[in-house]
Nanobody
């Protein structure tokens, strides 16, 4: 069982930045593929970014490339999402997720554990 706790969400003006954190339980954190997803009101939950256990492979959704950066600190069992140049359309609940399998996947069903989510609201 892996428990995930996200933090760092909030209200920010368009063009601003936020850094989300996700702290994970478990003694094998460095073996987990970690990812961030987001879900806007009335929409499906979408892949944002993913990172392999050692950080050797990273992937982003096309709309986030160049604005968002995913990283991890295995010593702290934490994954981060640095979000810059935020837009109102980035408003959503952001979730972190753990995949026990190999490789980053963008499909929600590929992930085994989920956090409770943190709200990000970008005002225009």
């Amino acid at each position: 069982q892996v428990q995930l706790v996200e933090s760092g969400g909030g209200l920010v003006q368009a063009g601003g930045s936020l850094r989300l954190s996700c702290a994970a339980s478990g003694r094998t954190f460095s073996s987990y593929v970690m990812a961030w997803f987001r879900q806007a009101p009335g929409k499906e939950r979408d892949f944002v970014a993913g990172i392999t256990g050692g950080g050797e492979s990273i992937d982003y959704a096309d709309s986030e490339k160049g604005r968002f950066t995913i990283s991890r600190d295995n010593a702290k069992n934490t994954v981060y999402l640095q979000m810059n140049r935020l837009k109102p359309e980035d408003t959503a609940v952001y979730y972190c997720a753990v995949r026990l399998g190999y490789g980053i996947r963008s499909a929600e069903v590929a992930y085994d554990y989920w956090g409770q989510g943190t709200q990000v609201t970008v005002s225009s």
